[in-house]
């Protein structure tokens, strides 16, 4: 049996899965946020009350924000950012009493995806997370080397939350500030908040991604004007990467995802930005939905 933890910000999912993927568990509970002794209980608790509704015990993969450093064996580069700095590897493996896998968690869910999702048997799969967050995780050659998502020697790879917005416009410069003290980050134009965030200043008045979604439909002007600058933006950012990896399929994960006017209108903003004679390339909603990232975590112990 196979684990699967995902820790979030507001909450942490757990999984349970056979080896064929079966679920057998499912739990979640709310995230202790600014707390991170009582984080680390929650995530124990957890692992225990799967494997008590499982009826058995099971490797432990957990899927979190930002990464484990290499070099100092600290968390980084999380935006939940009361585990930045911690141990959090050897404390969470001490609690448990067992060895644990730890993987971003837009790793994760291009593990998952990768595995038995919207781009199994296709040889590079790069899920998006578009969500309160936003980042990115590359996973390769799917269920033949399952658990192995690409993570780099700094454990940076696909990032691609904070990198900046590409071929800025002069109203873009230098963009809205970010929590990790950059200006312009991709995530502070591409996130729930930053698609709600963008709409006000053009509005002039403080809304709701959710909000701004339902007023496209009713066919709002502002808020279609909102949706054609996220898509413009969306596009460019997605081709800057496929300029590198060239990858089989793009799969999008996160509320975003859930949103079909931004994924039918995706591909035609990012063909123009693209080197090569026609762009192509499969952009899918994640399959698991929700559930992605966790199952993904799970898979962090199948590895060939």
């Given at each position: 049996m196979r684990i699967g933890i995902d820790l979030g910000g507001t909450k942490i999912a757990g999984i349970a899965l056979d080896p064929d993927g079966t679920t057998r568990a499912e739990h979640r509970v709310a995230t202790p946020r600014d707390d991170y002794a009582?984080?680390?209980?929650?995530?124990?608790?957890?692992v225990r009350e799967l494997e008590a509704r499982a009826g058995g015990a099971g490797s432990v993969g957990i899927g979190m924000p930002g990464a484990i450093s290499p070099r100092s064996g600290l968390v980084k580069n999380a935006n939940s950012v009361w585990l930045n700095g911690r141990p959090f590897a050897q404390d969470l493996e001490r609690a448990l009493a067992r060895p644990v896998r730890f993987e971003n968690d837009a790793n994760c869910l291009a593990v998952s995806e990768a595995v038995d999702g919207a781009g199994a048997g296709l040889p590079i799969v790069w899920a998006i997370i578009l969500g309160t967050g936003v980042g990115s995780g590359i996973a390769l050659q799917g269920r033949a080397l399952s658990g192995r998502a690409l993570s780099g020697r700094d454990r940076i790879a696909?990032?691609?939350?904070?990198?900046?917005?590409?071929?800025p416009r002069d109203d873009e410069r230098p963009g809205p500030a970010c929590y990790c003290g950059r200006h312009g980050c991709l995530e502070t134009w591409l996130s729930g908040p930053a698609?709600?965030?963008?709409?006000?200043?053009?509005?002039?008045?403080t809304t709701t991604g959710e909000a701004v979604i339902a007023a496209l439909r009713a066919g709002e002007p502002d808020a279609l004007a909102t949706l054609e600058r996220y898509l413009d933006r969306l596009g460019r950012g997605i081709?800057?990467?496929v300029?590198?990896?060239?990858?089989?399929?793009i799969v999008i994960g996160g509320g975003l995802s859930r949103v079909p006017e931004i994924l039918s209108g995706l591909p035609e903003r990012v063909a123009p930005h693209v080197f090569t004679d026609a762009f192509d390339t499969p952009i899918r909603p994640s399959r698991h939905g929700d559930a992605s990232g966790v199952r993904g975590a799970a898979w962090l112990w199948n590895a060939a």
């Amino acid at each position: 049996m196979r684990i699967g933890i995902d820790l979030g910000g507001t909450k942490i999912a757990g999984i349970a899965l056979d080896p064929d993927g079966t679920t057998r568990a499912e739990h979640r509970v709310a995230t202790p946020r600014d707390d991170y002794a009582a984080t680390l209980a929650a995530i124990a608790d957890l692992v225990r009350e799967l494997e008590a509704r499982a009826g058995g015990a099971g490797s432990v993969g957990i899927g979190m924000p930002g990464a484990i450093s290499p070099r100092s064996g600290l968390v980084k580069n999380a935006n939940s950012v009361w585990l930045n700095g911690r141990p959090f590897a050897q404390d969470l493996e001490r609690a448990l009493a067992r060895p644990v896998r730890f993987e971003n968690d837009a790793n994760c869910l291009a593990v998952s995806e990768a595995v038995d999702g919207a781009g199994a048997g296709l040889p590079i799969v790069w899920a998006i997370i578009l969500g309160t967050g936003v980042g990115s995780g590359i996973a390769l050659q799917g269920r033949a080397l399952s658990g192995r998502a690409l993570s780099g020697r700094d454990r940076i790879a696909g990032e691609w939350g904070h990198n900046p917005l590409p071929s800025p416009r002069d109203d873009e410069r230098p963009g809205p500030a970010c929590y990790c003290g950059r200006h312009g980050c991709l995530e502070t134009w591409l996130s729930g908040p930053a698609l709600a965030a963008d709409h006000a200043r053009r509005a002039g008045a403080t809304t709701t991604g959710e909000a701004v979604i339902a007023a496209l439909r009713a066919g709002e002007p502002d808020a279609l004007a909102t949706l054609e600058r996220y898509l413009d933006r969306l596009g460019r950012g997605i081709a800057h990467v496929v300029n590198v990896i060239d990858p089989d399929v793009i799969v999008i994960g996160g509320g975003l995802s859930r949103v079909p006017e931004i994924l039918s209108g995706l591909p035609e903003r990012v063909a123009p930005h693209v080197f090569t004679d026609a762009f192509d390339t499969p952009i899918r909603p994640s399959r698991h939905g929700d559930a992605s990232g966790v199952r993904g975590a799970a898979w962090l112990w199948n590895a060939a």
